[in-house]
């Protein structure tokens, strides 16, 4: 999709909309503190507007930014905590580099071997993803089963060393 086609039929001027769009998700902004600031610009949009537009170009964005992210480093730290959502209780796994950028995060129902295996997937086709020196995980059975087969499937390589730390 070319970008023309993208804002075409659109009231707005391009850069306006890009500009709302990304300070709403860079910034922790409201639809309505993003409204009143095109308000001090002199530009009058209602909020349901730029939730219209975060909802339209936001994944756009991500996807066509992704690529020109900083490439991560090869030491990861992984972990996963027990949380609610939508009443349900859900395992997080998020995985971070040494400098504490996040790589990514995955909701899953279980938290086994398999349920690792997808969330090492999963981060590893990021495209600013690195191949991982070393990956430190809490003491969870999981983990080295999932580091077993990734490495088997050569997904991962076999040099990758993984440890346990019981206090990550």
């Known amino acids: 999709m070319s970008t023309p086609t993208l804002f075409k039929w659109r009231h707005f001027l391009p850069e306006i909309i890009l500009l ?10 409201s639809y309505r503190d993003l409204e009143e600031m095109m308000q001090e610009r002199g530009v009058a949009i209602d909020h349901s507007t ?18 020109h992210l900083k490439p991560t480093n090869d030491s990861w730290r992984v972990d996963e905590t027990y949380i609610k959502s939508k009443g349900m209780w859900k395992y997080l796994y998020r995985a971070v580099d040494s400098e504490g950028n ?16 997808r969330f090492f997937r999963k981060v590893l086709k990021g495209q600013h993803t690195r191949t991982p020196r070393v990956i430190t995980v809490d003491k969870n059975a999981a983990y080295p089963v999932a580091m077993e087969s990734l490495k088997e499937d050569g997904t991962i390589d076999q040099e990758t060393q993984l440890r346990q730390s019981k206090y990550l």
């Not at 709302?20 to 902004?29: G, I, M, Q, T």
């Not at 730029?50 to 690529?67: F, G, P, S």
């Not at 996040?102 to 295996?117: C, N, Q, S, V, Y």
Request: glycine share 2%; hydrophobic share 45%.
């Open 102 to 117: 996040t790589l990514d995060f995955m909701l899953r129902a279980k938290r086994d071997g398999k349920a690792a295996a």
């Open 50 to 67: 730029i939730n219209r537009w975060v909802l339209k170009y936001a994944l756009e964005l991500d996807k066509r930014i992704r690529r």
């Open 20 to 29: 709302n769009v990304r300070w709403y998700c860079r910034y922790s902004l």
